[in-house]
Every structure is written in C-alpha cells, then in structure tokens.
C-alpha cells in the first residue's frame, strides 16, 4: 500500500458512485450505518479513504487527480452519474488529455489520459 491516501468525505452512496465511475473496489468497510462509516477503496494501484454518513454534510471535501484509460470516456461515466461539469477534457500542453468534474458530494475530480509530448 502507498504512502499516501487521499481523504473524502460523502454520503453513503460514494462508494457506490465511485465503483460507477472509475470501477473502485472496496478493500475494507466499517458496517454503515446513518451516522456514518469508513470505507477503504482501491483504484487500481491506490488506496483512498472515505467517510461516509449525515453527520460529514458539512464537512471538508477533497480534490484528486486520477489517471485513467479513456479521460472523455471517464468524464462522460461520472456526468451520466450526476456528477457536474468543471472542464471538459481537452488536450493539454503538458501531453494529456484531461479534465474535471464535480461528485454530487462535492469532491472535485480531475482525470487525464497521456497523449505523450508532441
């Protein structure tokens, strides 16, 4: 496991968003309940913690950069999931084909492909 983990925070359907969109898998889960619970997922070689539950409506969000296949593929997966638009995918200077959305929980997502240096 890495060294890193990024932390969100969401209501209990994230898990399942995030399985929709980027085909997570849940490593680990407290049993859910209304006041809350955490998950452990992973996204191919990452492992990302959530809280989940009533109680986090206000509480912090998060914004995580995930390199995926296909960025237009993944972007239009997460808008037909209800999340919103914050760029449309585009193909950068810097060689990748990326950009970024808003989940319904308020965590930003941003989300690029490598095209290599032109």
């Known amino acids: ?5 990024p932390y969100l925070y ?3 359907e994230l898990p399942a968003f995030l399985t929709s969109v980027f085909g997570a898998e849940i ?7 209304a006041d809350g619970s955490h998950v452990e ?19 912090p969000r998060g914004s995580v ?3 995926v ?14 999340a919103a ?3 449309e995918p585009s193909l950068k200077p810097y060689g990748e084909y990326a950009g970024g959305f808003k989940d319904t929980f308020g965590n930003t997502w941003w989300i ?5 240096s032109e």
Do not use: C, H, W
Not at 27 to 33: A, D, G, I, L
Not at 41 to 59: C, K, P, W
């Open 65 to 67: 950069y995930v390199y």
């Open 27 to 33: 490593v680990e889960s407290t049993p859910n309940r």
């Open 1 to 5: 496991m890495g060294a890193v983990r």
């Open 69 to 82: 296949e296909d960025a237009g593929a993944t972007y239009r997966q997460a808008l037909q999931n209800g």
């Open 85 to 87: 638009p914050v760029e």
């Open 41 to 59: 997922m992973r996204l191919a070689d990452s492992v990302f913690v959530i809280e989940t539950g009533t109680t986090l409506a206000d509480g």
């Open 112 to 116: 690029g492909t490598y095209q290599g």
């Open 10 to 12: 969401g209501n209990l």
